[in-house]
């Protein structure tokens, strides 16, 4: 049906042939006609900037530098531009040869990063990204100096992803910023970042970062061959690119991974899967995406592995009350009674008397007013959100159920469930029109109507792929090796080889029972001869 | 056709659901009530000796389903006539299964619900998961099989205050020609409906290691109708003959403490899910085969039409339990045994004498 709109809406729509750029725009020799070019293709904008000056080298030359106000660093142009320019160069004793613009390139600006370019649009490109053009009079092209201004906010600890322990730098807005974090957490030379640019008038840079060998090669090439299909005109953030490269576009379970902390962007690379950078935003995505990241939680890896496991296990249990116990409640309020055990069923039968509508209504109606509550907290200054939110959880709460309107443990339950959806934040969205769906059927159905609507879902989550990697893996289908980081989070040392369905490329993480700690306490008593020696060795290593 | 391929593990739970769904709520209980772990290995045995006929010409002509095989050996006329007959046999078997658990609903727990309401809403999320191909079919079941493993194995522990093993004696008390017909009527049903997955064993990644998962399949299947006939026949004794679903009148006696009471509900729920992914398989199978049959590139279109006609078909030739148990019990025998024996065999025998599948290099 989707598809079929789409398919209209395709026809309808209306082509608009995209300007391309002019065939030959190539610099001429006369640097008044150069300048002309540029003011004809940037307009006469305040930001952009001509400076015209005098280069005195054997003779005087005309030359000009353009740049954009606020995108380049005012320093670096003034220390590599302008003063070696105008007055070093007059020192200067060395013959220049023919190629005037080499030997500024090399003698002159010291610069960290230069380029020669005789064509308009690179040049129009890279000024617009923060670099600097220099032109002179009698040569048909231009140096681009990179002056980029890389001041930016500093990394903070994410607000979406918090942890106790851990690292607390998270990415920025800006590109480089974060290719750094991420080359500071990960020192493998093969780290490989390779960027393009997306959308026509934004030009965003995006950045695609993978491990080479442990990444699926063919992976890599299907996110590279993705990213390039898109054509559109802008990509502000990372859910545009998201949505573009998504396995099931009209799936509401999310495909594509992301994160903001460069230890879980570290990690994931190191399981074999590709990270996409977006310039401007600190969200990263990260593919393949399983649908048990969403349990895994950083913190899982900074405390020790037993809590770490039963934590672990009471996110699981609070996913699942998050979008089942409503519809638990309402079905068995409403259909099942005989399962309530009696003392339960009489308290809350008591309880129940007297209120006007079904139990299906009460459960989506106070559904619906906690979901419109915590919207508005969240859109709210942060002063007047907390103020919200005791407003309508403790006024509405109380008041509902002392007037008789909803039942108490109506507000138990969604309360309930309300906490509980906060415990997997990056599923809650599907965790919401779960849950209410499901709640729906449920008065509906009764208990049929919940297993109907859940085989339903399982279908649809068992059909879905994320980069040609099943999306409910290493359960379904399972894999028994991989449920060391889903059933119980292993000591670190033992998780011997990467997920399988991601990393299976070079699945070897640590040699088997190599990096065990020792043993005894006794330092090497009883341990066999050969993990004796490895031991010593390490420990020696150690010392050094 | 189907691009889809299901390792043999997954093919043995698949053949483990298909053939526990309706023997749960269903046991080989009737008339040999103490017996009836007798009845259920011997038609373990016989459906085995079913199995080994079909695989063995699926193994001759690697790659082809049933239906394909049927007009390689009979030629196009005869091979689709028979087609045809065994397509009729396996859509007759999947509306059995919708129809037979969805009396199980509306006699049981929604006792004022009209049975369409439930036989539409099953057949929408059924020919949904059919659209996706037999890959994704064998994933779902996967956590349904376990999970419903895992309820009986943990039910024996529940119900260990109300077991009595005297109910299983006298043992061996039961003439030679009860057992026959009983062993008979169990061969046919469930274990004897594997014939189902000679529709399904093309598409799986070892193809050599098929005949081993559909024996491992129907092995496992037994062991779990064991355990259930076990907990039924030694919670209930001699009187639970005269209820029509012995199993969930013994989940019903589950009384531990004020709290694990009266939690029947929650085995039949689960068993539902095990008779959703026999009608599911079944509905694929069938529109496989007529996608086949009529030489079409894909089954997909098949699936809603065919499963409307199969929630008719539920309707038409199962109007209420008393027409399904005599079904079951002395008809499907006979009507079963040519489908599930009689046809492989034939095809057999024909092949072997025709020396098909030719090889090249023969003419």
Redesign the interface.
């Known amino acids: 049906m989707i598809r079929f709109l789409l398919r209209k809406l395709r026809l309808a729509r209306h082509y608009k042939e995209i300007p391309t750029p002019l065939a030959d725009d190539s610099l001429q020799k006369n640097i008044e006609k150069n300048i002309a070019l540029f003011r004809a293709e940037l307009g006469e904008s305040p930001d952009i900037v001509i400076r015209r000056f005098t280069l005195k080298l054997k003779k005087e030359i005309k030359a000009a530098i353009i740049f954009v106000e606020g995108l380049m660093d005012q320093q670096v142009v003034y220390d590599c531009i302008l003063r070696p320019l105008m007055l070093e160069a007059k020192k200067e004793t060395r013959p220049v040869g023919p190629d005037l613009l080499g030997f500024i390139q090399e003698n002159l600006i010291p610069a960290a990063g230069l380029e020669q370019e005789n064509r308009l649009s690179p040049l129009v490109a890279a000024l617009l990204g923060g670099d600097t053009v220099l032109l002179l009079e009698g040569q048909a092209a231009a140096l681009i100096i990179n002056t980029k201004n890389r001041e930016n906010r500093a990394s903070e600890e994410p607000d979406t992803e918090v942890t106790i322990l851990g690292p607390r730098d998270g990415f920025t807005e800006d590109l480089r910023t974060n290719t750094a974090l991420l080359r500071r957490k990960i020192g493998d030379p093969r780290l490989v970042f390779e960027q393009m640019m997306i959308g026509r008038r934004t030009r965003t840079i995006v950045a695609i970062a993978y491990v080479q060998g442990i990444a699926n090669e063919k992976v890599v090439e299907e996110v590279r061959a993705r990213l390039k299909r898109i054509n559109t005109d802008m990509i502000l953030d990372a859910n545009y690119l998201r949505e573009f490269i998504a396995d099931a576009p009209f799936s509401p379970f999310p495909t594509v991974g992301f994160t903001e902390r460069p230890d879980v962007a570290a990690a994931r690379l190191l399981e074999g899967r590709v990270a996409v950078f977006t310039d401007t935003t600190p969200v990263v995505n990260t593919m393949p995406a399983l649908f048990i990241e969403a349990f895994q939680n950083p913190d899982d890896y900074n405390t020790h592995f037993l809590y770490a496991t039963f934590i672990r296990w009471l996110r699981y249990l609070a996913f699942l009350i998050s979008f089942l116990l409503p519809a638990l409640f309402v079905a068995l309020t409403t259909y099942h009674q005989e399962l309530i055990p009696t003392p339960l069923l009489i308290s809350m039968a008591a309880a129940v008397e007297g209120t006007p509508f079904p139990m299906v209504i009460e459960v989506v109606a106070m559904g619906a007013i906690f979901e419109i509550i915590r919207e508005a907290g969240v859109r709210l200054a942060r002063p007047i959100g907390q103020t919200i939110s005791i407003v309508g959880a403790l006024v509405i709460g109380e008041a509902v159920v002392s007037a008789g309107l909803v039942a108490a443990p109506t507000v138990i339950v969604v309360a309930l469930t309300a906490i509980t959806s906060f415990v997997v934040p990056t599923q809650q969205e599907i965790g919401i029109i779960l849950r209410l769906s499901l709640a729906v059927l449920a008065g509906i159905l009764g208990a049929y109507g919940i297993i109907l609507g859940l085989l339903f879902t399982l279908s649809h989550l068992a059909s879905l792929r994320s980069f040609g990697v099943p999306y409910l893996s290493p359960v379904i289908p399972l894999n028994i090796g991989d449920l060391k980081d889903v059933a119980v989070r292993v000591p670190l040392w033992a998780m011997w080889t990467r997920p399988r369905v991601i990393g299976w490329h070079e699945p070897r993480r640590q040699n088997f029972g190599e990096s065990a700690p020792p043993s005894s306490a006794v330092e090497g008593a009883d341990l066999p001869a050969s993990r004796k020696s490895k031991g010593n060795k390490e420990r020696e290593n150690l010392k050094k | 056709m189907e691009e889809g391929k299901i390792?043999s593990f997954?093919l043995t739970r698949l053949v483990m659901s298909f053939m526990m769904a309706t023997g749960l709520i269903f046991p080989p209980l009737r008339g040999v009530w103490q017996d009836s772990w007798l009845t259920l290995l011997f038609g373990l045995a016989g459906g085995i000796v079913f199995a080994l006929i079909y695989t063995t010409l699926c193994l001759r002509f690697p790659g082809q389903t049933l239906i394909e095989i049927y007009e390689t050996v009979f030629g196009p006329i005869i091979g689709k006539l028979f087609s045809v007959a065994f397509l009729w046999y396996i859509f007759y078997l999947g509306a059995q299964a919708s129809a037979i658990f969805i009396t199980l609903?509306t006699t049981t727990?929604?006792t004022m619900?009209p049975r369409y309401?439930?036989s539409i809403?099953?057949i929408i999320?059924s020919v949904?998961?059919c659209k996706?191909?037999i890959e994704?079919i064998?994933?779902?079941n996967?956590?349904?099989l376990l999970v419903t493993v895992f309820l009986i194995v943990g039910t024996l522990f529940l119900v260990l205050n109300l077991f009595d093993p005297e109910n299983f004696l006298p043992l061996w008390n039961i003439s030679l020609s009860e057992l026959l017909w009983a062993g008979f009527g169990t061969i046919t049903f469930p274990f004897g409906l594997n014939i189902v997955f000679g529709l399904i064993l093309p598409f799986l990644q070892q193809r050599e290691q098929g005949r081993s998962a559909v024996i491992k399949g129907l092995g496992g299947a037994a062991l779990v109708l064991l355990i259930s006939l076990l907990i039924t026949v030694g919670v209930l004794g001699e009187v639970g003959e005269i209820f029509l679903f012995p199993t969930y009148q013994a989940f019903r006696m589950i009384q531990i403490g004020?709290?694990l009471?009266?939690?029947e509900?929650i085995p039949t729920?689960n068993f539902?899910?095990m008779g959703?992914i026999k009608g599911t398989i079944a509905l694929y199978a069938v529109s496989l085969g007529t996608a086949q049959l009529c030489k079409l590139l894909t089954y997909r279109p098949l699936v809603f039409p065919l499963g409307i006609l199969m929630l008719i078909a539920a309707h038409q030739s199962h109007p209420n339990i008393g027409v399904s148990l005599e079904m079951i019990e002395r008809v499907q025998p006979f009507y079963a045994l040519p489908f599930q024996l009689l046809l492989p065999l034939l095809t057999l025998l024909v092949a072997v004498f025709r020396r098909l599948p030719v090889k090249e290099g023969q003419t």
């Open positions: 390792s997954q609903l727990v929604f619900t309401v439930f809403t099953w999320v949904y998961l996706k191909g994704v064998a994933r779902v996967e956590p349904l004020q709290v009471t009266r939690l509900l729920l539902l899910t959703f």
